[in-house]
């Protein structure tokens, strides 16, 4: 299960990883503390990246604990913490539920 944060505690984003396309579960743990994450999308592997949110209001900022299933095409990801505060603390997992990686 690729981390796109891990114990994350300022705002910016995270790890890019390249999504295969397909079905999948974005997983938020942690203590928000008022923080949200939003999953980022760009489809743009050769050319200039164009991030941008999914489009889905459930993979935009999300805040607190969650775990909501996707279906995306193939494309890179990547998880954006903001209004992190000093007891922001939060981490995101995908899963891959078709043929994993």
Request: glycine share 14%; with cysteine; charged share 15%.
């Amino acid at each position: 299960m690729p981390v796109l944060l891990r114990n994350a505690t300022a705002d910016g984003p995270g790890r890019v990883i390249d999504w295969p396309g397909g079905a999948g579960t974005f997983w938020v743990d942690g203590t928000a503390a008022g923080a949200n994450v939003t999953l980022e999308t760009n489809v743009a592997f050769h050319g200039p990246t164009r991030w941008r949110p999914t489009g889905d209001p459930n993979l935009t900022a999300v805040a607190g604990e969650a775990t909501v299933n996707f279906l995306l095409g193939r494309c890179q990801l990547r998880a954006v913490l903001a209004g992190a505060t000093a007891t922001t603390d939060l981490s995101v997992t995908i899963t891959c539920l078709e043929g994993g990686w």
